[in-house]
Structure formats: structure tokens, C-alpha cells
């Protein structure tokens, strides 16, 4: 969980390289939906566009889906879901009947300047996923994914004036998740500064993630 630029998306890549979980990103399963030109997808563009969040009922229901079609061995990272606490019940539901309970939850904090920094620089390549930054994490040769060679785009709910509605509706609708998670006792939890360095970021969530038993493959 965190806040749009904190670094979930670049962690969470390098975390399932290291320790095998299939990385699930609610952002990422919703621009697909919305890449189809589906009549969801036309719906889910009003929000997000806006940097408004797509309605509990849709967003449960897609993420219980992409769930159930990939529990691996090594579990699941999810990445931007739960974001609100009906979500997060939901998603307790879910667990329960599958017998898999939460293992961990990590938070990443980041200052307002930053984000909006971060995430105007972003660029990402929609051929493979790579995120990329103008300034932080330049691609070798501007414009273009160092991993496939495709063009990079910048997403469409990436410029100034949405990342701080994206930012006002984390701090009204999301850090009450980060409340509810605080009060269940016996979870496990990690809070990082994701404005540090992204290999210093790395090493702290690496050392967590072992501590709480995720072995590397
Ligand atoms: P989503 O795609 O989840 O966006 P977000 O939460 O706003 O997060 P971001 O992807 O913008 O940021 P990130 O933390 O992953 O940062 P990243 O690693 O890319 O959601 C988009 C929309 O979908 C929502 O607004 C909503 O409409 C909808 N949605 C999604 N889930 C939903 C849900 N559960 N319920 C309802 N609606 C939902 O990094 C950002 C940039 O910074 C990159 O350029 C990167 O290279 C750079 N960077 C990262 N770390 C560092 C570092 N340490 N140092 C320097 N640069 C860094």
C-alpha cells in the first residue's frame, strides 16, 4: 500500500524476481480492461482519468477473478488493492474461504513533492510493463524500453492536476486501510520511506520479506 509514486509498482517487480510470488496490480488489470476498449473498460476511464477510484463492486469482483486464476505456490503480492476498508473486508472474506490468510502488509510513504515529481517524470513501455523515469530511471536511449525496444508512453492520469486529486483521494479513502490493518493483531507489517533510494527501498522490503519467512528462488 501507499500513496501513487511512493514505488510500489518498481518494488513489487523486483520483489517477485527475488522471492517467486505472481505480482497482481489493480492498476495494471484495470488499464488492461480498459486497453480492450470494453464497455467496463469505457466505464473504468470516467474514474480513472479522473483519479477517482473505480467503484468497490467492480474493482472486488475483478481482483477475486485475477485471485483465483493465479494462486501460485509462492502466493500473491498485491499491489494497489485493497484501497478502501469495504474492499479490504472483502478481500478478508476471500481469504477465508480460501483458507490463505494476509501474511503481511507493507507500507510506503512518500512527500507530496515528490510524488508529483515522480509521476510526471514516468514513462512505462505497455509492450512488457517496464516503468521507467525521465530523471531517476532514465531507459538507455530516450523513448524507448531498454528490455523490448518498444515505444514508452506516459499514462493518461499521470499529469499534475490528476496526481494530486489521485493523492487527496489516497488520503481520504485509502489511509483508513492502513488504520484497519494497524489494529488487526498478530499481521505482520513493514513501513518504508519509498522517497529513499530505490536500491536502498529494496534492500529494506528484501530483509522484511525474509524475516517474515518468503524464501528466494
Ligand atoms: P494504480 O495504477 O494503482 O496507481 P497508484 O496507486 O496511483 O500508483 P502508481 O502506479 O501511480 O505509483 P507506484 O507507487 O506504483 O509508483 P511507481 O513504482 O510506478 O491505480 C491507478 C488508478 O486505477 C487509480 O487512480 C484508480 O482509478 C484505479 N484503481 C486501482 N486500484 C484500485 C482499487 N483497488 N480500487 C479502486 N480503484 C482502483 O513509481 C512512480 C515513478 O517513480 C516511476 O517513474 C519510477 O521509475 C519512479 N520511482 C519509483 N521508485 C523510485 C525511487 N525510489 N527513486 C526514484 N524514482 C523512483
Known amino acids: 500500500m501507499g500513496p501513487p509514486g511512493a514505488g510500489k509498482g518498481t518494488q513489487a517487480k523486483k520483489l517477485v524476481e527475488r522471492f517467486g510470488m505472481v505480482h497482481l ?30 467503484p468497490d463492486d467492480i474493482v472486488v469482483s475483478v481482483m477475486a477473478k485475477a485471485m483465483t486464476e493465479n494462486s501460485g505456490e509462492a502466493g500473491l503480492l498485491l499491489d494497489g488493492f485493497p ?26 510513504t512518500a512527500e507530496p513533492d515528490m510524488i ?3 509521476i510526471t517524470g514516468r514513462r512505462s513501455c505497455p509492450a512488457c510493463g517496464r516503468v521507467y523515469h525521465v530523471e531517476f530511471m532514465p531507459p538507455r536511449k530516450a523513448g524507448e524500453c531498454d528490455a523490448c525496444g ?39 507489517r513493514i513501513e518504508v520511506d519509498g522517497g529513499r533510494d530505490a536500491d536502498d527501498v ?3 522490503l528484501t530483509k522484511a520479506f525474509e524475516s517474515f519467512g518468503a524464501s528466494s528462488r
Open 150 to 188: 518498444g515505444p514508452l508512453v506516459q499514462r493518461s492520469d499521470d499529469a499534475e492536476a490528476v496526481v494530486r486529486d489521485r493523492l487527496a483521494t489516497y488520503n481520504r479513502q485509502t489511509a483508513p486501510v492502513v488504520d484497519y490493518y494497524r489494529r488487526r493483531s498478530g499481521l505482520k
Open 25 to 54: 496490480s489493480s492498476g495494471d488489470i484495470l488499464r488492461t480492461e480498459r486497453a480492450s476498449g470494453s464497455l467496463l473498460g469505457r466505464k473504468l476511464a470516467q474514474y480513472m482519468d479522473a483519479g477517482k477510484l473505480v
Open 83 to 108: 484501497r478502501t476498508v469495504p474492499q479490504a473486508e472483502a478481500l478478508d472474506a476471500q481469504l477465508a474461504r480460501a483458507g490463505k490468510p494476509l501474511d503481511a502488509v507493507v507500507v510506503m
Open 202 to 204: 529494496l534492500a529494506q
Open 116 to 118: 508529483v515529481r515522480r
